[in-house]
């Protein structure tokens, strides 16, 4: 299998090369840590030598919330949405693929921007509430940014050369909040999010956290869902919720740091994403 990071080279070895199947992959740093053999990275281990892949991920890409500008993949009129929309539409420069995957959401719900606009209400001020019911209203405006987003893509596609390439997509692993960063070259560089800003929002019981990112993913789950449903022959949504659970808890063996899999919680999940979208027909055939 042949990876390359952007469209002209892309372009280059598809008119060189005889391949079989072109994949283009796009989202976050699930499917781009330099780290990690992360998903993207799985998909070119399991599949034929003559494969194609165009991987567009980056570190820190959301699926079009408020936050940022470059960095939100499907905001309309972004960058990113420009640049997808000449990719797979364009007459001149498109490109027909046989799979799009795309790893979209978790910076969104479980990344750094937790701490810019808090989604969990500070238990300070609800002292007898519990867990998920300190989720505020943020968070639902932030699920319907996502499904927008993603519904805007589904539609641009479906007017195009690439209206019937299937798009695969899942639903992020339940986690347990850990002040548990990425590390480069022996350097920790951050302490992760979601403890930090839990803690800051007076929540510290790590059962109660942890029942707050349950439901978070729980809603993100039911929202992607209820998009599948509405686009049922080019969106499927794999279900990956309990995948990286050991004992019912989340194994942490199998996450590098915080929100992030080591790469054996990657090939976990990617095998897993696989088998369910090849069981709805909605994986390379």
Do not use: C
């Not at 070119?44 to 980056?58: P, R």
């Amino acid at each position: 299998m042949t990876v390359v990071f952007n469209e002209d080279d892309f372009s280059d070895r598809s008119r060189q090369g005889h391949f079989t199947r072109k994949i283009l992959v796009e989202g976050d740093s699930w499917v781009s840590h330099l780290q990690m053999d992360n998903l993207a990275v799985q998909l070119s281990k399991a599949d034929e030598d003559d494969y194609l892949v165009l991987n567009l991920g980056d570190p820190g890409d959301n699926a079009g919330t408020v936050y940022g500008s470059s960095d939100a993949i499907f905001r309309a009129n972004g960058p990113q949405m420009k640049k997808l929309k000449k990719l797979l539409r364009s007459t001149q420069f498109g490109e027909k693929f046989d799979l799009i995957f795309i790893s979209a959401a978790g910076n969104d719900v479980l990344g750094p921007e937790v701490a810019q606009v808090p989604l969990v209400n500070n238990k300070r001020s609800f002292p007898g509430t519990y867990g998920r019911d300190l989720i505020n209203l943020n968070f639902y405006a932030r699920l319907d940014a996502i499904e927008r987003g993603y519904k805007r893509f589904l539609r641009m596609l479906s007017r195009g050369d690439n209206r019937n390439t299937p798009v695969a997509t899942h639903v992020y692993s339940y986690l347990q909040p850990r002040k548990v960063g990425t590390h480069f070259f022996g350097q920790q560089f951050h302490r992760g999010w979601l403890a930090r800003h839990l803690e800051h929002q007076a929540v510290r019981d790590p059962d109660e956290q942890r029942d707050i990112i349950y439901h978070m993913l729980d809603r993100l789950h039911q929202m992607m869902a209820q998009v599948q449903q509405a686009f049922p022959q080019q969106l499927f949504v794999a279900d990956t919720r309990r995948v990286l659970l050991r004992h019912g808890l989340p194994n942490t063996d199998w996450f590098h740091d915080e929100i992030h899999p080591s790469s054996g919680g990657f090939r976990r999940v990617f095998r897993e994403i696989r088998r369910q979208a090849t069981q709805a027909n909605m994986w390379l055939t």
